[in-house]
């Protein structure tokens, strides 16, 4: 199946998405230089314009970048393995296992 989704970097940088896609070293960024609060989110972005980012602390939002504004919910404090997972469902185009979360509106 083709993916087509982009990774978006710490510090802003952009990149398409591939099978071989590293989410784990993706979130990691966030680690470093945890004194920069400026430069604190990571994500990952469908075709579609979905896109989830993490922030420090497993705060996660999920919109749709190109859609009107109102499409933004959230969750806090997720565990890592559950960003990574919801990341893959969003690289695989699997919209409805997202939207299957206890999202809260808004940011």
Same mark, same amino acid.
């Given at each position: 199946?083709?993916?087509? =989704? ?16 590293? =989410?784990?070293?993706?979130?990691? @960024? ?16 469908? @075709?579609? /314009? ?11 939002? =999920? ?29 695989? /185009? ?6 299957? @979360?206890?999202?809260?509106? /808004?940011?």
């Amino acid at each position: 199946m083709t993916m087509t =989704f982009s990774l978006t970097h710490r510090y802003g940088s952009m990149e398409p998405g591939n099978a071989d896609s590293d =989410f784990l070293a993706l979130l990691r @960024e966030l680690e470093d230089r945890p004194e920069d609060t400026e430069h604190g989110t990571v994500a990952v972005t469908h @075709e579609s /314009g979905w896109s989830l980012s993490v922030s420090r602390g497993g705060y996660i939002a =999920f919109e749709n970048l190109e859609a009107d504004a109102g499409t933004a919910r959230h969750m806090e404090a997720v565990p890592v393995p559950r960003i990574l997972e919801l990341w893959r469902h969003l690289a695989e /185009g699997n919209l409805a296992a997202i939207e299957q @979360e206890p999202w809260l509106s /808004g940011y």
